[in-house]
């Protein structure tokens, strides 16, 4: 009798939500599809309760957690930013469950991938802070995307990713130091967060992934949005194939 492989199990927080009058918890299907099929693994949606999940709970339950992009934005208070402006969407439920899981699972040695929000709130648990609107910024670009276009062309490389030569995601690239990358966000990191390791740049400066220095395991944050149709990129498919080798899968 051919016996089933057991695949890995990957957490992801999920979006807290009002649809109508009605409270949801939410996550994007392409976050889902990029965890079964780019890193081979069976995606668990974690509600963001009011009173959260108990941290080892859910350590218990999953090999590893990804942490998806999102329309709203980390709470300011939490990393003693300025209130946000009016139209900004926070998600603290999502918060309150995401910043003090972050640490605990790379404490734990399991894996960990972060994109867009996943990326900013991964820096604010380590310490770190954001700038609000960085095309505000003297020098950088608008990294915001045109949110009347086609998703294509929302979703389409916007600019050069500059990797650190010698650094995890330059061995996911084959040795390439640049790449290109999608750009859909307006938050981006202003402190790095103390333990935490630049792996890339965009031109401007902005930081665009980073790594825990001395992780036991897979711990990676990027800005930009790999799961994207992610089988038609080959770093985006190197990068979740190396999310799920390092789950096990």
């Known amino acids: 009798m ?3 492989r057991k695949r890995p199990v990957v957490g992801i927080p999920c979006d807290h939500r009002m649809i109508g009058p009605h409270p949801f918890h939410a996550v994007g299907e ?3 599809v990029a965890v079964r099929d780019g890193a081979s693994a069976i995606p668990l949606l974690i509600p963001v309760l009011e009173k959260p999940f108990e941290l080892e709970e859910i350590l218990a339950a999953v090999d590893g957690i ?3 992009g999102s329309p709203s ?3 300011p208070k939490l ?3 300025t209130a946000p402006r009016p139209g900004v969407l926070q998600d603290e439920r999502r918060d309150t469950t995401t910043l003090p899981l972050i640490r605990k699972i790379v404490d734990a040695g399991k894996p960990i991938l972060a994109v867009c929000r996943g990326f900013q709130e991964f820096n604010v648990a380590y310490g770190g802070t954001l700038h609000p609107h960085l095309e505000e910024l003297p020098g950088r670009r608008d990294h915001r995307e045109d949110k009347n276009a ?3 062309e929302q979703y389409a490389p916007a600019h050069d990713v500059n990797l650190v030569p010698g650094g995890a995601l330059q061995r996911m690239a084959g040795g390439e130091l640049v790449i290109r990358g999608n750009s859909l ?3 981006g990191v202003d402190r790095l967060g103390t333990g935490l390791i630049v792996e890339a740049t965009a031109p401007d400066g902005t930081i665009e992934a980073f790594h825990v220095a001395n992780a036991r395991n897979f711990s990676l944050a990027v800005q930009w949005h790999p799961e994207w149709r992610f089988w038609e990129n080959a770093f985006s498919k190197s990068l979740f194939a190396a999310f799920g080798r390092a789950l096990g899968g």
């Open 2 to 4: 051919t016996r089933t």
């Open 66 to 68: 990804f942490l998806t």
């Open 150 to 152: 086609p998703l294509d």
């Open 73 to 75: 934005n980390v709470a």
């Open 30 to 32: 392409k976050y889902i």
């Open 185 to 187: 966000h307006s938050q």
């Open 79 to 81: 990393y003693d930013g």
